[in-house]
């Protein structure tokens, strides 16, 4: 495929569609999941490849807690395998990780696992990875208000950017979503405001560089007008001529 013309600087992905992959195969859910993570690597190779900066994914919401009991300890399991046998080849393909969402209740190894991943590859500089595990919209704008309100802060619409859980990268640019369904689930509420949707049929598992290359060539093609009219954005696009 040719390259597109405009790589996003950041893309979000909603990495959905594991279960149903593992279900028409007659294979339990959590080996749809395990071909999930190996998407994900794939997907994380990809993106640094085509020079993307920011790759924020949707690894466990806050409402996935509500699965059965038997998924969601094969989740946490191989969330905690995951981060052991990834992280040392992330951290030697030049990734930053880190990782979004409610730490307290995780696993004290967990935790233990997310912070040295996350201090390991602290100064790596070719992507920096976002995994928003056990991450919500709505739980991420409440603890930036009371980050806030803790530090004696007025809400403002600057206070808050500067304390959700992304602040330390852009607002995503596109946001993609697997599996069929066209709909957020909570993901990245107050930072997907001017972000560009693109939605794909495609099962989790089955994303690969061809579909990535649809999402960003359909992204090209859009027009961003961050409320503004298609008239001004022409007028911005023309050189002034010094006279
Ligand atoms: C996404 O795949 C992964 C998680 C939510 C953890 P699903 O498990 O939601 O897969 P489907 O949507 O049931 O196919
Ligand atoms: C969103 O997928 C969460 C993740 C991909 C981690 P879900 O499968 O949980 O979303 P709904 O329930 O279909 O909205
Ligand atoms: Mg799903």
């Known amino acids: 495929m040719t390259s597109p013309s405009v790589?996003?600087?950041?893309?979000?992905?909603?990495?959905?569609?594991?279960?149903?992959?593992?279900?028409?195969?007659?294979?339990?859910r959590v080996v749809g999941h395990k071909q999930g993570v190996d998407a994900l690597r794939r997907c994380v190779k990809a993106c640094a490849d085509r020079g993307v900066g920011v790759l924020t994914v949707f690894a466990f919401s806050s409402?996935?807690?509500?699965?059965?009991?038997?998924?969601?300890?094969?989740?946490?399991s191989l969330f905690a395998m995951a981060l052991t046998r990834e992280v040392p080849q992330l951290k030697a393909d030049g990734v930053q990780i880190h990782f979004v969402?409610?730490?307290?209740?995780?696993?004290?190894?967990?935790?233990?696992?997310?912070?040295?991943?996350?201090?390991?590859?602290?100064s790596n500089?070719?992507?920096?990875?976002?995994?928003?595990?056990?991450y919500g919209g709505r739980w991420d704008i409440v603890q930036a208000a009371e980050k806030l309100v803790a530090q004696g802060q007025p809400v403002t619409e600057l206070n808050l950017n500067g304390a959700m859980a992304l602040a330390h990268v852009?607002?995503?640019?596109?946001?993609?979503?697997?599996?069929?369904?066209?709909r957020i689930s909570n993901f990245l509420l107050w930072q997907t405001a001017y972000s560009e949707f693109y939605f794909s049929d495609k099962l989790w598992p089955e994303f690969d560089e061809e579909a990535l290359d649809l999402a960003i060539e359909a992204f090209?093609?859009?027009?961003?007008?961050?409320?503004?009219?298609?008239?001004q954005l022409a007028e911005q696009a023309i050189i002034p001529t010094v006279v």
């Open 220 to 231: 090209s093609q859009r027009e961003r007008r961050f409320g503004k009219t298609s008239g």
């Open 63 to 76: 409402e996935n807690w509500n699965r059965p009991a038997e998924e969601v300890s094969g989740l946490m």
């Open 125 to 134: 500089t070719r992507l920096i990875l976002n995994v928003c595990f056990n």
């Open 101 to 122: 969402g409610e730490r307290t209740t995780l696993s004290e190894k967990v935790i233990a696992g997310i912070e040295q991943a996350e201090l390991s590859t602290a």
């Open 7 to 28: 790589v996003p600087h950041h893309i979000a992905i909603v990495m959905d569609g594991n279960g149903r992959w593992a279900s028409k195969r007659f294979l339990p």
């Open 170 to 182: 852009p607002d995503p640019d596109l946001v993609i979503r697997t599996g069929g369904e066209q």
